[in-house]
């Protein structure tokens, strides 16, 4: 519970129950597998991908195109 204890010149009032609302956050985000971004291959038991900044994007690449 929420209160404030607001005073006046000669009285004081109590004021209980306040609610205050939080702005909404929208987020938007998309989930694809992990593939190797040359041969298509998904991560796997025995493939590992590296990540790799090209030009300002990142890409993943198998152990075969590392």
Known sequence: M???LATKPKTQTLYYDLHFTKPEIHLHS??????CHVC?????EGLGLTAK???D????????HN
Do not use: F, M, N
Not at 30 to 35: G, I, R
Not at 40 to 44: D, I, P, S, T
Not at 57 to 64: D, F, P, Q
């Open 2 to 4: 929420s209160q404030i």
């Open 57 to 64: 994007k990142t890409i993943l690449v198998c152990s075969l």
């Open 53 to 55: 900044r090209i030009a």
């Open 30 to 35: 998309t989930v694809s597998e992990a593939t």
């Open 40 to 44: 298509k291959k998904e991560l796997g």
